[in-house]
């Protein structure tokens, strides 16, 4: 499976964007960019996925890179209720049976 | 509430000992996924089944084994416990067979091995 690199912490303000990266540079073509979040104490969470243009939902905005190779997560407005562990996961199309969740990045959102 | 039901939601037993963990998917979700959660580990794969069919395995131990019923609950049996076995467990579920789709997660079953 294609790896993803996501820095281990972030720190964001209150009513602050949050923008959240993760590097994938050996990402195929029909590979997917799933993002989830998990809340403490709670089960992880889905946020938003792509496969090549960039998504919006009501929770958060997902830009893809023209290559590919990264992508961003972005929570426009954040709130404490945004601290987490976020995860940005790859899933192959003959092996998308799964989901591997790798150590995330941690966002403390300060009031 | 993700609509995924876990239980029990805490479980506290002994070495060598057997549990068995119940997951409810959604309302007509036919994928069932379960997840082990240490803290030295984080969140790693297990096995996914789909429709009572497995679809997926992941690094699932041998004393653990898991069955999706025709009701589509799931339930996954832990056997001859360690003190290593001491994890959250999650279960998610999905209409889908692939992952293509969201997956919603429980609250999980926090398992304490003494």
């Known amino acids: 499976d294609a790896k993803t690199t996501q820095p281990n912490s972030m720190e964001s303000n209150e009513e602050e964007p949050v923008h959240l990266p993760c590097n994938h540079s050996?990402?195929?073509?029909?590979?997917?960019i799933h993002w989830y979040r998990q809340l403490p104490s709670q089960g992880p969470e889905y946020v938003i996925h792509?496969?090549?243009s960039n998504v919006n939902n009501r929770m958060a905005s997902l830009a893809i890179a023209e290559d590919r190779k990264s992508s961003t997560l972005i929570l426009h407005r954040a709130t404490l209720r945004d601290a987490a562990v976020y995860y940005c996961?790859?899933?192959?199309?003959?092996?998308?049976?799964?989901?591997?969740f790798g150590a995330g990045t941690t966002v403390t959102v300060r009031a | 509430d993700s609509g995924v039901t876990q239980t029990p939601k805490h479980l506290i037993t002994a070495t060598g000992q057997r549990v068995t963990l119940r997951c409810s998917p959604r309302s007509g979700d036919l994928s069932v996924y379960w997840y082990q959660q240490s803290l030295d580990q984080g969140l790693q794969f297990l096995i996914h089944?789909?429709?009572?069919?497995?679809?997926a395995k992941g690094n699932i131990l041998e004393r653990f084994s898991a069955q999706q019923f025709p009701d589509l609950h799931s339930e996954l049996n832990l056997s001859s416990l360690e003190l290593g076995d001491s994890a959250l467990y999650f279960c998610?579920?999905?209409?889908?067979?692939?992952?293509?789709?969201?997956?919603?997660f429980g609250e999980g079953s926090r398992l304490t091995v003494l």
């Open positions: 792509g496969l090549t």
């Open positions: 998610a579920s999905s209409a889908f067979s692939r992952v293509a789709g969201e997956l919603f």
């Open positions: 996961i790859l899933s192959h199309t003959a092996n998308d049976y799964k989901l591997s």
């Open positions: 050996t990402i195929s073509g029909t590979d997917y």
């Open positions: 089944y789909y429709n009572g069919e497995e679809r």
